[in-house]
């Protein structure tokens, strides 16, 4: 049988860590090593590559609704196509790739993604043009949460790791700082085909190089897959998402109410499913520490929050202001790009700031951001929003390094990439459920014109300022591991063998 060990603090690992290249006790690379190196920049590569394929649509809407014919309701399905197949396929792939490996897995998300582009690049119909989005999401999704699987398989605890994770962080910034300008400067060259041509050949390319530089890693005791959860929860999360996306034409449609009921239900049968298994793909009892929970609830705010307003800016530029896509790509910048920046400095805090102490001020941060962002007039310049995005940005890049790392170490050490598949799961359903919000806000509290969708911008920010504040109120209610009456932590509000913390051992 297995027994729980602490961990060495990160000063007596670094104090004891093996030569560069060599293997250390629990199986994972030396962080110094060529194949960890290796391995980081593959994970970072997937990670961007997913981000310029998710921001493609922000910048060819409008060439891309001229060719096909798109209405409201279609182009609204092509913006969130991705996030759904994401949202569904995250959790379930960060454990497929624990168990049978996180290499395999990661490579079968970049010949999913590949595929899925050649089908967007050829999509005779909206029809099929979001349903390639949709798979794009899945293949995303395998990516994303494998990357920090491989991370954490390479890297142990301690600065080493968080490091890494900076710059992970640091890839979501660039791939939303990049993919609109690169999908714009496309679309301009070659129509809106093009960018779906280029990510195929990127992710094909993924695929060739992570396979002949990933090292496989799995869990030391693998398990089934859990068919029911996988199962259950697409079902949940397919529904639910799809219930709000139609919701934004309308929420006592049919259509809307049953898939918002179908939904519910699904979920609470994964609930239910995952209590009665022994090795279900997500296990509930993690949200009885409270390191998880904040982490969980960090990026479903992050998602709600900053992600949801920041990623219409285009839109309120284009409309409002008369600004071209690529102008609103190069001006988004000033929160992407700052983003991605802070993130990687992220990495230089004092070991005195906690990752919750990131998450929490991460979150006031981009509120303050937010609320920057309000008070817009008709006559409003583009710098105007500088300050506010400026802010953001900054904040936003603390926030995904420390939710880089939060992901795996508040999960037990061989299940990183399930962390990081619930963890993103999170942010997905936030960001699905922001939009809805602002969208609605914007189409319903300022009536129709540029003037009307400057009011209804006026209401959206303070609204999310208020959901990411939300989340640091949260994180700060959340009480720490208390103390047993002899001294030990209590097994409830501590439980062992986080990946922060522990490791199994044979």
Request: proline share 6%; hydrophobic share 55%.
């Amino acid at each position: 049988m297995p027994v729980i060990s602490r961990a060495a603090s990160p000063e007596t690992a670094t104090a004891t860590a093996p030569e560069p290249g060599r293997a250390l006790a629990d199986g994972r690379r030396n962080p110094t090593s060529p194949g960890s190196r290796r391995t980081l920049a593959v994970a970072v590569a997937g990670t961007l590559l997913t981000l310029v394929a998710f921001t493609v649509p922000l910048t060819t809407l409008t060439s891309t609704a001229a060719g096909l014919g798109l209405g409201g309701g279609a182009q609204a399905w092509l913006l969130s196509g991705m996030s759904l197949g994401s949202a569904v396929a995250l959790l379930a792939s960060g454990a497929i790739g624990d168990d049978h490996g996180r290499r395999r897995t990661f490579l079968a998300g970049a010949v999913v993604l590949a595929a899925a582009s050649v089908l967007g690049a050829l999509a005779p119909s909206a029809l099929l043009l979001v349903g390639a989005r949709v798979l794009q999401g899945v293949g995303g999704a395998a990516i994303v949460a494998c990357s920090l699987g491989l991370i954490a398989s390479a890297f142990p605890e301690g600065p080493g790791r968080a490091r890494a994770t900076g710059v992970w962080g640091a890839a979501i910034g660039a791939g939303v700082a990049i993919g609109p300008l690169v999908a714009g400067g496309l679309d301009v060259a070659g129509g809106w085909r093009l960018p779906y041509v280029a990510t195929a050949i990127g992710a094909a390319l993924l695929a060739a190089v992570g396979g002949a530089l990933l090292r496989e890693s799995r869990a030391r005791r693998p398990g089934r897959v859990d068919l029911a959860g996988t199962l259950l929860l697409g079902v949940a999360l397919a529904a639910l998402l799809a219930g709000l996306i139609e919701g934004r034409s309308g929420w006592d449609r049919p259509a809307t109410i049953g898939l918002l009921a179908l939904g519910l239900v699904a979920a609470a049968a994964f609930t239910l499913a995952e209590r009665r298994i022994a090795a279900p793909m997500l296990d509930l009892d993690l949200f009885r520490h409270p390191d998880f929970t904040g982490a969980t609830a960090a990026a479903l705010a992050s998602g709600a929050g900053v992600l949801s307003l920041l990623s219409l800016i285009p839109t309120l530029l284009e409309r409002t202001m008369g600004v071209g896509a690529i102008l609103a790509a190069v001006v988004l910048l000033a929160w992407s790009a700052t983003s991605a920046l802070t993130a990687l400095g992220a990495r230089w805090l004092p070991g005195s700031v906690s990752p919750r102490a990131q998450l929490i001020g991460g979150l006031v941060g981009v509120a303050a951001g937010q609320l920057a962002l309000a008070g817009l007039t008709p006559d409003a310049s583009i710098w105007r929003l500088l300050p506010g995005m400026l802010v953001a940005g900054a904040a936003n890049g603390v926030l995904n390094a420390a939710l880089g790392r939060q992901a795996v170490a508040t999960v037990p050490a061989d299940r990183a990439a399930m962390g990081s598949g619930a963890n993103n799961t999170a942010r997905y359903l936030g960001s699905a459920l922001g939009l809805t919000v602002v969208t609605v806000i914007l189409t319903h509290a300022g009536g129709s014109g540029p003037d009307g969708l400057i009011a209804g911008w006026n209401v959206a920010a303070p609204v999310t300022a208020a959901i990411s504040l939300a989340g640091a109120v949260l994180l700060l209610a959340l009480r720490r591991p208390r103390l047993s009456r002899a001294g030990g932590a209590d097994p409830i509000a501590d439980p062992p063998a986080l990946g922060e913390s522990a490791f199994l051992e044979d």
